[in-house]
C-alpha cells in the first residue's frame, strides 16, 4: 500500500489550506484514516480521523477549525483547515489503515503517507 500526500504549502494566518492523500496498491479494504502532524522539536500528534463508517475524531487544538473527510471510491482522505493559525505549521502525514489479504488469512496493517508541509505564516 503507497500514500501520497499533497496540498501542503504557505498560507498566511487566518487562511484556508487542503491537504489530501490517496492511497493505491492492494488491499482488501482500508478502515481507518487519520491525518498526523509533526512540527519542529515536537512529537508527532494526532490531528484528526475518521472511520469507514464516517465516524470523525479531532485533536482539541483544531475542533472546530479543521474538517476531516473520506472519499472511499478514490481511496482519499482530506484534511480542510480554516482560520489557520502560526501554530499549525508542521509537516502534515495521513495513515491508513488497511486490511490486506495474504491468503491465508486477513490481517490489518497501517501504513503512512510521506507528508507534505503546511507552513503558516505572514
Known amino acids: 500500500v503507497q500514500l501520497q500526500a499533497s496540498g501542503g504549502g504557505l498560507v498566511q494566518p487566518g487562511g484556508y489550506l487542503r491537504v489530501s492523500c490517496v492511497a493505491s496498491?492492494?488491499?482488501?479494504?482500508?478502515?481507518?484514516m487519520a491525518w498526523y502532524r509533526q512540527a519542529p522539536g515536537k512529537q508527532r500528534e494526532l490531528v484528526a480521523s475518521i472511520t469507514d463508517s464516517g465516524r470523525t475524531s479531532y485533536a482539541d487544538s483544531v475542533k472546530g477549525r479543521f474538517t476531516i473527510s473520506r472519499d472511499n471510491a478514490e481511496k482519499r482522505v482530506y484534511l480542510e483547515m480554516n482560520s489557520l493559525k502560526p501554530e499549525d505549521t508542521a509537516v502534515y502525514y495521513c495513515?491508513?489503515?488497511?486490511?490486506?489479504?495474504?491468503?491465508?488469512?486477513?490481517?490489518?496493517?497501517?501504513?503512512w503517507g510521506q507528508g507534505t508541509l503546511v507552513t503558516v505564516s505572514s
Open positions: 495513515k491508513v489503515s488497511a486490511i490486506v489479504d495474504e491468503g491465508f488469512r486477513f490481517a490489518s496493517y497501517d501504513y
Open positions: 496498491g492492494s488491499f482488501f479494504s482500508i478502515t481507518d
